[in-house]
């Protein structure tokens, strides 16, 4: 509450006349052009008010004059990049993929449409850029099931692996459990475990051996055991697989084996998408 | 309208009689023509620094085909920084930082040792006002004639003479706005655009923006800039100290002040008002050392001319300082004392500062490398059994020419090295070119079959070499993978 106005004996200027605690402050008038340009900016913000979105209301809010909305910029910002897209993406699914891979703008659309793609639909089973875990191949290795061409990898997405589209790829491992005796059960685990690298000590080769021949695992796992890409026959000559690389695991496989499953996503992704994908899962590191 | 009390009000009422209030108009600064070597040297500096602003744009300065060929260049969109004959990329920022910090502390020094001499004699604000405050001379008259025709009936003279005069402050505050885009653009091709529409929308902004300010800053608002807007005034004052060299009415001589036709004891100054009239900020610098008093000296012009006249010694108003002031009052000598802690200190930091600059910059890398290792997957198994590291590496080349990359990689025995992209056959040597002033960026894959892994981490050094310099870079990455059965953690 402003007292007595007094004369401060230093700057010869008149004070206030507030005082706290024995503080008083001078009277320096602001200039008023100053006042003018805080009215000129209270009028600016009644402007704002009318022309855009300003008041919360409780079904709603007030629009203002010029209909403006932050939803409105990004539909828009959305639409503009998909004008954009659309032009990349035919093309994409016109080309061959040798000519795409040769066109680096177009390439790099399709990474990163791929890496998108990837992340929206298969991250869940295969991990972030494909790392993969147990029962979910790992994609940026050397190893493929089906198959690591360009070809290969687009047919494998777009019909899937035992899915329920008549074109699926498919293959079938019988239940060994049922129709081996342990011994021969054992004997043909440690076969398969020689076969990764690491065989056992006292393993009994020979019956291992017969029962490989006789169970005719060759026809799909290869006589060596390189594996079967045509049909989906893994390969066991390998430091990588898909269901674990201890002798349990292996036996486990063999007696009842996993078999795990695919979708067909040409129901959910249009071509240029799976091409895309293609060409993403293609240069994880393990493409062919 | 808001309640207040019964008392407050009567004490705002009262404070209105009296003429107190909380908001005063403005009081108009009609500062009066001025000769002297003051006046010249502020000339000089004015026409120095404007040509320099004007016409630095236009300098050209060859850098070979394809490239800038304007001397000064900040190309906003390219993220370079042309300066002569360096090239500033984005991470050379703190070049910039430094440069701003010798500026501070340049100013600091030279307030604590001079008063404001930026304020006075530097400052945009006071070049373009001083300038447009010549045009106005030019075209309004001086002080006595402007004030007259202010105050005076609107006639046709006065029209005439104020469209003129805001004609020509414009026309100057749009070529200062221009001037200032041709910084961030290729100064002959932006005119042209400009001039056929074509130009960017924000080259027109910014123009329009800039012509604006100078316009207003320097047309209308002035000393208001100085005494209102701007921070320095407020806190030039913890740089001085009563050694500080600043403008001073040298009180001990000039009072008792008095006309010289009454009698009575007398000092110098004869109360002729000639320093205010000339003052562009409209202060009394026989008040002392003040907030809005810019340190320009121009007073000091005016009132030597009067000394001369009266045939008294000059410099009653000159550039001094407090401590100086109060021995020679007691009519004591004085040396200036330069050397001070404060000036000192102020000396010091800016050679720390310069020295550690001049360092960086002479011995700045012209290539870089770095590699940033995949998130996911941090490795991968192959069927052989080795494992494989993806990063995603770049390659800076700021030497001035194509460069060919001859990149090799230790730590982990037996490491190759594969791009991603071109998947040629694993090596334990890459050759990557990278075009002139360009950063490569590639996907590289590095695979190795380290007997032990401890505990899931080795180190791994990427070394690269500019074949046609021999200048080598190298970078500490890490190759990961399982961690060895049994290894702490």
């Known amino acids: 509450m402003p007292t ?89 699914a016109a080309m061959p993929f040798d000519q795409i891979r040769a066109d680096g703008q177009l390439y790099n659309v399709a990474l990163t449409a791929g890496r998108i793609a990837f992340a929206n ?49 498919t293959s079938q491992m019988p239940a060994f459990g049922a129709v081996l005796k342990p011994d021969e059960l054992d004997a043909v685990t440690d076969h398969v475990m020689a076969l990764y690298g690491t065989p056992t000590p006292g393993a009994n080769v020979a019956l291992g051996n017969k029962v490989f021949e006789e169970s005719n695992c060759a026809a799909c796992h290869g006589d060596k055991g390189q594996g079967n890409p045509e049909q989906g026959g893994p390969r066991l000559a390998s430091k990588v697989h898909l269901y674990g690389a201890d002798r349990a695991s292996v036996r486990a496989q063999i007696a009842n084996p996993r078999m795990g499953m695919m979708p067909a996503w040409n129901t959910r992704l249009d071509p240029a998408t799976i091409k895309s994908l293609t060409l993403y899962v293609h240069q994880l590191g393990g493409g062919q | 309208m808001a309640r207040i009390s019964k008392a407050d009000r009567e004490a705002q009422l009262r404070n209105e009689e009296e003429g107190l209030h909380l908001y005063a108009n403005r009081v108009r600064v009609y500062p009066k023509e001025v000769h002297g070597p003051v006046r010249r040297a502020k000339w000089a500096i004015l026409v120095a620094c404007l040509t320099i602003y004007y016409a630095l744009p236009w300098l050209r300065w060859d850098r070979g085909p394809g490239r800038p060929n304007q001397a000064i260049l900040l190309d906003i969109s390219r993220e370079r920084f042309y300066f002569f004959n360096v090239e500033l990329w984005p991470q050379d920022i703190y070049y910039l930082t430094g ?137 030039q004052a913890a740089m001085l100290d009563e050694q500080s060299y600043t403008t001073t009415y040298q009180s001990w001589r000039g009072e008792p002040r008095g006309k010289a036709s009454v009698a009575g004891p007398k000092g110098d100054c004869v109360d002729c008002g000639a320093c205010v009239m000339v003052c562009p900020t409209g202060i009394d610098i026989r008040d002392g050392s003040q907030l809005e008093c810019i340190n320009c000296g121009l007073c000091i012009d005016a009132c030597n001319h009067v000394m001369a006249r009266l045939d008294r010694p000059a410099a009653l108003i000159t550039w001094d300082t407090l ?114 002033d360009e950063v490569g960026t590639h996907r590289l894959l590095v695979s190795a079959q380290p007997e032990r892994m401890g505990e899931g981490s080795l180190p791994l050094v990427f070394n690269m070499r500019d074949t046609a310099s021999g200048e080598s870079v190298t970078y500490n990455a890490q190759f990961l993978g399982p961690a060895d059965r049994g290894a702490t953690r």
């Not at chain 1, 200039?31 to 709603?60: E, H, R």
């Not at chain 1, 897209?85 to 994409?92: E, N, T």
């Not at chain 1, 029962?135 to 687009?154: F, R, T």
């Open chain 2, 99 to 235: 440069m701003l910090i010798m500026a501070a502390v340049g100013l600091f020094l030279v307030t604590s040792l001079f008063g404001r001499l930026w304020c006075g004699y530097t400052c945009p604000q006071t070049v373009w006002t001083d300038l447009f405050m010549w045009i106005e001379r030019k075209i309004e008259g001086d002080r006595n004639a402007r004030m007259k025709r202010d105050a005076g009936p609107v006639s046709l003279d006065v029209i005439w003479r104020k469209v003129t005069k805001h004609a020509a402050w414009l026309g100057i505050a749009f070529w200062t706005g221009g001037a200032w885009i041709m910084y961030y653009a290729d100064a002959p091709t932006v005119t042209r655009e400009f001039w056929s529409g074509t130009a960017a929308k924000p080259v027109y902004v910014f123009t329009f923006l800039f012509t604006a300010t100078t316009y207003v800053l320097a047309g209308w608002a002035r000393e208001q800039v100085c005494t209102y807007m701007c921070p320095w005034p407020r806190f």
């Open chain 2, 323 to 436: 401590a100086h002031q109060a021995a020679k009052a007691r009519g004591e000598e004085v040396t200036p004392r330069w050397l001070r802690p404060r000036t000192m200190i102020y000396a010091g930091a800016m050679s720390v500062v310069m020295i550690v600059m001049l360092v960086a910059f002479a011995t700045r890398p012209l290539i870089e490398f770095a590699a940033q290792h995949d998130r996911a997957p941090l490795f991968v198994r192959t069927s052989d059994g080795s494992l494989r590291n993806g990063y995603t590496i770049k390659l800076v080349n700021k030497t001035g020419r194509d460069a060919v990359f001859e990149i090799t990689v230790g730590g982990v025995a037996g490491a190759q090295m594969a791009l991603a992209e071109a998947g040629p056959a694993p090596a334990d040597k890459l050759t990557i070119t990278v075009p002139v």
């Open chain 1, 121 to 169: 639909n298969c991250q869940p089973c295969h991990g972030a850029n494909g790392t993969g875990s147990l029962g979910y191949p790992a994609l940026g290795d050397d190893v493929w099931l089906w198959g690591g061409s360009y070809g290969d990898v687009q047919k494998t997405i777009t019909y899937g692996i035992r899915s329920d589209h008549a074109d699926t790829r």
């Open chain 1, 4 to 92: 007595k106005i007094e004369k401060d004996i230093i700057s010869g200027q008149d004070t206030t006349g507030h005082e706290w605690d024995g503080v008083k402050e001078l009277n320096r008038p602001l200039p008023k052009w100053w006042l003018y340009v805080y009215i000129a900016t209270v009028i600016y913000s009644v402007g704002q008010f009318v022309i855009y979105p300003s008041w919360p209301g409780i079904s709603g809010y007030l629009h203002g004059t010029a209909g403006w909305s932050q939803r409105g910029d990004v539909e828009q910002a959305v639409a503009a990049v998909g004008r954009q897209r659309s032009g990349y993406m035919d093309k994409i």
